[in-house]
């Protein structure tokens, strides 16, 4: 079992940065593909980004290529999302999850709010 818990999100203006980080705690977490998913309000969750548990494959939605970078650290179970050139449409309450074969576990939540 995994227990994700997010945190980073904030308040930004248009253009700026912000880092997500994802902290795991279970003794299996670099057996897990980890991901980034996000969820607007009145809008489905989509995922944003994900990460092979060797940190050697990694994917993006088309939204936040060349924007934002996923990457991971076993050794620390953690993982993180680098968000820069943020836009007011990537304003969304941001989830950390983990898979094996399914999204099975889910963090609470970090909201982060991109203002024009």
């Known amino acids: 079992q995994v227990h994700l818990v997010e945190s980073g999100g904030g308040l930004v203006q248009a253009g700026g940065s912000l880092r997500l980080s994802c902290a795991a705690a279970?003794?299996?977490?670099?057996?897990?593909?980890m991901g980034w998913f996000r969820q607007a309000p009145g809008k489905e969750r989509e995922i944003v980004s994900h990460?092979?548990?060797?940190?050697?494959?990694?994917w993006y939605a088309n939204s936040v290529k060349d924007r934002f970078t996923i990457s991971r650290d076993n050794a620390k179970n953690m993982v993180y999302l680098q968000m820069n050139n943020l836009k007011p449409d990537d304003t969304a309450v941001y989830f950390c999850?983990?898979?094996?074969?399914?999204?099975?576990?889910w963090g609470q939540g970090t909201q982060v709010t991109v203002s024009s």
């Open positions: 279970g003794p299996t977490f670099r057996q897990y593909t």
């Open positions: 990460i092979g548990w060797s940190a050697g494959s990694t």
């Open positions: 999850a983990a898979a094996k074969t399914t999204w099975e576990y």
